[in-house]
């Protein structure tokens, strides 16, 4: 009897484990690299230096960026929802601070939505990823205040991070540049 209660607790002890499917998460690493690129080529043109890439920094933007890939997160700065694995930092100066280890830093952050399946990044008929970073940079180019964070004279330093959840349709883009 008591092997009997055993195998059963084994079983839906499994059957209950088997159903807790833990998300997945994909970096877009070479869509990151062409936005940045860009980024630089548009603030060199624009009579500015270069923004230094930074290792610290983008783990701040990759932070934001997974929480945000969550889709029942919605798009914002800030990240007020609990979601499951993840140290919720509310700001992004909180967030590049913390990174840093240099409370007081002065930061800027952009963020956007955009599709990025692997059935488009991937796509025959075109250039996948320099579709999608042509089309993240000029979202943040044609807004004001995301233009004004490329901009911004003062900065120096920073990344780009994309996470999509796996399998996933769409990414959310996080810009962190930083004066150092």
Known sequence: MKNLFLSLVLVLTSLCSFG???KEFVALTEVEQLVFKKINDYRVKNGLKSIIWCPNSYKSAYHHS???SDPNVEISHFEPEDVEGI???NTHNDRICGVLN????????NVMTVQASDRWLNRKDCDGKKTTSDFIFKAWYESDSHNKAMLNPSMTHGSIAIVR????NYCRPVMVFYKK
Do not use: F, H
């Open 66 to 68: 997974y929480y945000l």
């Open 102 to 109: 240099s409370p007081g830093v002065v930061s800027v952050e």
């Open 20 to 22: 807790q499917v833990k």
């Open 165 to 168: 959840e796996k399998d996933g």
């Open 87 to 89: 140290d919720e930092i």
